[in-house]
């Protein structure tokens, strides 16, 4: 079983549109948790952290579950250029144990 | 301010050249560490390092070598390239974001095929 897993999609959804994307984890020690956002042929970006408390930056709202061992993005209001790759990333020590997920492809159309 | 910056951003290589990637931060962050980004898979580490002298192996580091001389460089040497190591390369730094929490600042990305 992988450390991190993501469903891969893609996700197709129009404009305007609501996407939740789900993430789960093995590690049930993990401490911190990222989603960073990759564009074709890009680098990936941090998008945002995710807190214990959940936590929103406009339209997308992170959230943690730890009994669970996942975490979710909710991005609502789909915009093109939204579309993307969302990477959910745990870290489970030092900044050398940052596992990542292989990735959530969006594609919005109009 | 450059952030991370990677060269080359495309090379081809036959199988059993060497080359190097190189990579430089103005951050002076102490954190920087290699990934290979594969089709189907997460970013993988290859080795990091946590300060000037002092380097260490990731998950995939076969067949990778690096050396951190100096805080802003971390070049990451292929010794002798395989077709298994045709992929995506990432250097990333980390340090303090604007919320003060480190952050992971990648490279552009160094796409190598061996032939």
């Known amino acids: 079983r992988k450390e991190v897993e993501q469903d891969p999609g893609p996700f197709n959804v129009p404009e305007g549109a609501t996407v939740a994307f789900n993430c789960t984890y093995s590690n049930s020690a993990s401490q911190s948790f990222f989603w960073y956002r990759q564009d074709c042929r890009k680098e990936p970006k941090l998008l945002m952290s995710v807190y214990s408390s959940g936590n929103e930056d406009g339209r997308f709202t992170a959230q943690l579950n730890r009994a669970s061992q996942y975490i979710s993005l909710l991005i609502r209001d789909s915009k093109l250029s939204d579309s993307a790759t969302y990477l959910c990333?745990?870290?489970?020590?030092?900044?050398?144990?940052?596992?990542f997920g292989a990735g959530t492809r969006l594609a919005v159309h109009p | 301010n450059a952030g991370v910056t990677q060269t080359p951003k495309f090379q081809v290589l036959k199988t059993g050249q060497s080359m190097t990637l190189q990579c430089a931060q103005d951050m002076n962050h102490e954190y920087m560490s290699w990934y290979r980004q594969d089709p189907g898979m997460g970013l993988r580490l290859i080795h990091y390092s946590v300060g000037a002298g002092i380097t260490d192996q990731g998950e995939v580091p076969n067949g990778y070598n690096v050396s951190r001389s100096t805080t802003e460089d971390f070049p990451l040497r292929l010794l002798s390239a395989a077709p298994s190591q045709t992929s995506v390369y990432f250097c990333?730094?980390?340090?303090?974001?604007?919320?003060?929490?480190?952050?992971?600042?990648f490279g552009a990305g160094s796409r190598l095929t061996v032939l």
């Open positions: 990333v745990v870290l489970s020590g030092g900044y050398n144990k940052l596992i």
């Open positions: 990333a730094s980390s340090g303090p974001g604007s919320s003060g929490a480190n952050v992971l600042t």
